[in-house]
């Protein structure tokens, strides 16, 4: 016979709520009902709405997570998600808590933020939602100076390494080999491809990224969203307001948030008015004329990470040809396959549209 003395009883609605989502909303606060809202790859997700011990009523956006990259995924948003209401209030729903219980098939993970209703539509204006988002790298900085992050993150179901390190070129190094690890655990043997890996980690990081910190040249760590794309991007409904979600952050070079922005599934962040009103802010780092070949190897992350989560995508045949295209200009190796500029769709400005998550 199921248990349900673990459950909150009386509630409207067909999503059940465990005591443990309960307990991390303000003392007293009563569920109203609970339904399922928005579609997610890899979580559950939930409305649920409330009577806070003020009478006043609210309502807050729940995401359940289950299994692989489960725990880094809810407390890794909490975290990001804090920091970054904190520093630009508004421009990520508030977060509230997270934590986990037991369920016969295991441990399931929750995050609980604010419930907002979006627009996923269209687009944000380019100058407003690129002040906002400088504002977070200038102001959001490493406590403690160094590139990581205090708690494990995830975009996905990938687990990132966030070990504090002095070093960008170390700490992007570590988080790349994540992705090529789990890319190789989910898609078939490639030897051409394993061998452009290894020249991009061993050769090309750190002849494209040690010159960032090099010859009296620095970047200072700073708050990344970590997954920075349409699909995590809305409008409020009732402010108007651009609002990210599903941040899974690092104390970062700011300019790796802009990867995905290169990236087959960008549909209007590959504009270059994004980029053009972001860099009224924020220059590019020095060296200045290397900013595109950084864009490539940070869209390189972004588009195994897509590969790792999507088996048999494309993905992973157009970070091959970026890895040929860097190799060639930073680290050559008679022994790779040549960069085909035809595969290439920063070249070709060829995309493949993505059908975006819904948090409404």
């Given at each position: 016979?199921?248990?349900?003395?673990?459950?909150?009883?009386?509630?409207?609605?067909?999503?059940?709520?465990?005591?443990?989502?309960?307990?991390?909303?303000?003392?007293?606060?009563?569920?109203?009902?609970?339904?399922?809202?928005?579609?997610?790859?890899?979580?559950?997700?939930?409305?649920?709405?409330v009577t806070l011990p003020d009478g006043k009523t609210k309502k807050?956006?729940?995401?359940?997570?289950?299994?692989?990259?489960?725990?880094?995924?809810?407390e890794g948003e909490f975290h990001s998600a804090s920091i970054i209401?904190?520093?630009?209030?508004?421009?990520?729903?508030?977060?509230?808590?997270?934590?986990?219980?037991?369920?016969?098939?295991?441990?399931?993970?929750?995050?609980?933020?604010?419930?907002?209703?979006?627009?996923?539509?269209?687009?944000?204006?380019?100058?407003?939602?690129?002040?906002?988002?400088?504002?977070?790298?200038?102001?959001?900085?490493?406590?403690?100076?160094?590139?990581?992050?205090?708690?494990?993150?995830?975009?996905?179901?990938?687990?990132?390494?966030?070990?504090?390190?002095?070093?960008?070129?170390?700490?992007?190094?570590?988080?790349?080999?994540?992705?090529?690890?789990?890319?190789?655990?989910?898609?078939?043997?490639?030897?051409?491809?394993?061998?452009?890996?290894?020249?991009?980690?061993?050769?090309?990081?750190?002849?494209?990224?040690?010159?960032?910190?090099?010859?009296?040249?620095?970047?200072?760590?700073?708050?990344?969203?970590?997954?920075?794309?349409?699909?995590?991007?809305?409008?409020?409904?009732?402010?108007?307001?651009?609002?990210?979600?599903?941040?899974?952050?690092?104390?970062?070079?700011?300019?790796?948030?802009?990867?995905?922005?290169?990236?087959?599934?960008?549909?209007?962040?590959?504009?270059?008015?994004?980029?053009?009103?972001?860099?009224?802010?924020?220059?590019?780092?020095?060296?200045?004329?290397q900013w595109d070949d950084r864009n490539r190897l940070y869209g390189?992350?972004?588009?195994?990470?897509?590969?790792?989560?999507?088996?048999?995508?494309?993905?992973?045949?157009?970070?091959?040809?970026?890895?040929?295209?860097?190799?060639?200009?930073?680290?050559?190796?008679?022994?790779?396959?040549?960069?085909?500029?035809?595969?290439?769709?920063?070249?070709?400005?060829?995309?493949?549209?993505?059908?975006?998550?819904?948090?409404?």
């Open positions: 016979m199921a248990d349900y003395s673990n459950w909150v009883v009386g509630i409207e609605g067909n999503f059940p709520v465990h005591q443990a989502v309960l307990d991390v909303m303000p003392p007293g606060t009563k569920i109203i009902s609970a339904e399922p809202s928005g579609v997610s790859a890899w979580t559950k997700t939930a409305k649920i709405s807050y956006f729940l995401k359940l997570a289950f299994g692989i990259g489960a725990k880094p995924l809810t209401y904190a520093t630009v209030p508004g421009l990520v729903p508030q977060a509230t808590g997270y934590g986990s219980y037991s369920t016969p098939k295991g441990t399931m993970y929750f995050y609980l933020c604010d419930f907002h209703h979006m627009d996923l539509r269209t687009a944000p204006e380019p100058r407003s939602f690129a002040a906002k988002l400088a504002k977070l790298h200038r102001e959001a900085v490493s406590p403690i100076g160094l590139f990581g992050f205090p708690v494990p993150t995830a975009c996905g179901i990938i687990e990132r390494t966030v070990t504090w390190e002095k070093c960008w070129a170390t700490l992007f190094k570590y988080q790349l080999e994540d992705v090529i690890n789990f890319d190789n655990n989910v898609n078939a043997p490639w030897p051409e491809y394993d061998a452009a890996c290894k020249q991009v980690i061993n050769e090309v990081i750190p002849r494209l990224l040690l010159p960032l910190q090099s010859e009296g040249r620095s970047i200072e760590p700073v708050l990344v969203h970590g997954d920075l794309w349409e699909g995590n991007l809305g409008i409020d409904m009732e402010t108007g307001e651009t609002i990210m979600f599903d941040p899974g952050s690092t104390y970062a070079h700011n300019e790796m948030e802009f990867g995905t922005w290169r990236c087959t599934w960008a549909y209007y962040l590959n504009s270059s008015s994004y980029m053009r009103a972001y860099q009224q802010h924020i220059e590019p780092s020095e060296p200045v004329d390189i992350r972004a588009y195994l990470n897509d590969s790792a989560g999507h088996p048999g995508s494309p993905s992973r045949q157009i970070a091959y040809n970026d890895m040929l295209y860097l190799c060639e200009q930073y680290a050559p190796l008679d022994s790779l396959e040549r960069y085909s500029p035809e595969k290439d769709i920063s070249v070709t400005g060829a995309y493949v549209p993505y059908v975006t998550k819904q948090l409404e």
